[in-house]
């Protein structure tokens, strides 16, 4: 039986996401009630903050794995290097963002490692009676809650959606840091990143918004889009569409909400 809770952190362009303080936070809470750790894995090349700035969110533990060939996301990769690191570590329970990435390598390592996988969390808890992960995530189109358990089989793990959580006020805290040299074989893949584009500058990425104006084929036209730019500006919130209107080219994907968007 695994100890601790891993949290698999989310470095996007060299930038901690919000969601891995969440995360750690949420963590850190579920931790004090097992009174076990909370460790941090951390891929990538570069970084805009010390992996010792993690140890303020409730981190006791940051694992550092650095590399020239983690600049792109690429799940080949990550996908490799995680299930390696949870067999290597044996926590108890892993969390991830249900971000992008998240939702395309989780899975995936779930399978690999011969566990359990609770996708989109909005709650997480520990059951008092057995210590297992209580977690919670909307079923049947949203229109119940189901809370799943997973006494079988470890670790624990679950990806939480973004802004499910309040980051913590950070504190002055101490903790360990540990790099790790893996196998050059880990870093190889047979997907090539050719180009990266980000959104253009005037585009807001909406998974990191609080407030989300969206719209669906009832607007009629692409034009009548503007309304809802112009409503978002008011709201300091962002723009999002259905499918069909995606599809039909109205707007474009990265503003697409619900199952098949973000």
Excluded at 120 to 125: A, H
Excluded at 227 to 249: F, W
Aim: proline share 4%; with cysteine; charged share 25%.
């Amino acid at each position: 039986m695994g100890k601790n809770i891993l949290v698999l952190g989310e470095i996007r362009r060299g930038k901690i996401l919000n969601v891995t303080y969440e995360l750690i936070g949420k963590a850190k809470e579920l931790a004090v009630k097992k009174n076990e750790k909370v460790l941090v894995l951390l891929l990538f090349d570069s970084i805009d903050k010390k992996p010792e700035y993690l140890f303020g969110f409730g981190a006791d533990k940051v694992i550092c794995i650095k590399n020239k060939n983690l600049f792109f996301f690429n799940q080949e990769i990550q996908i490799s290097i995680i299930s390696h690191m949870i067999k290597s570590i044996n926590p108890e329970i892993v969390l991830c963002g249900a971000t992008s990435s998240g939702r395309t390598i989780l899975p995936a390592v779930a399978g690999k490692i011969n566990t359990g996988l609770t996708a989109d969390c909005t709650g997480l808890d520990i059951e008092e009676s057995s210590g297992l992960l209580l977690q919670t995530r909307p079923a049947i189109g949203g229109n119940i809650m189901a809370t799943i358990k997973t006494p079988n089989h470890r670790p624990q793990m679950a990806t939480v959606r973004p802004k499910t959580f309040s980051i913590p006020q950070r504190i002055d805290k101490s903790g360990e840091i540990e790099y790790i040299n893996l196998d050059k074989n880990f870093f190889e893949s047979k997907i090539k990143n050719l180009s990266f584009t980000d959104l253009n500058s005037d585009e807001k990425n909406i998974q990191d918004l609080d407030v989300i104006v969206s719209g669906g084929k009832g607007l009629k036209r692409a034009e009548t889009f503007k309304t809802l730019y112009d409503l978002a500006e008011l709201l300091n919130g962002g723009v999002g569409a259905s499918r069909p209107t995606v599809e039909a080219k109205w707007i474009k994907y990265p503003h697409q909400v619900g199952l098949s968007g973000k």
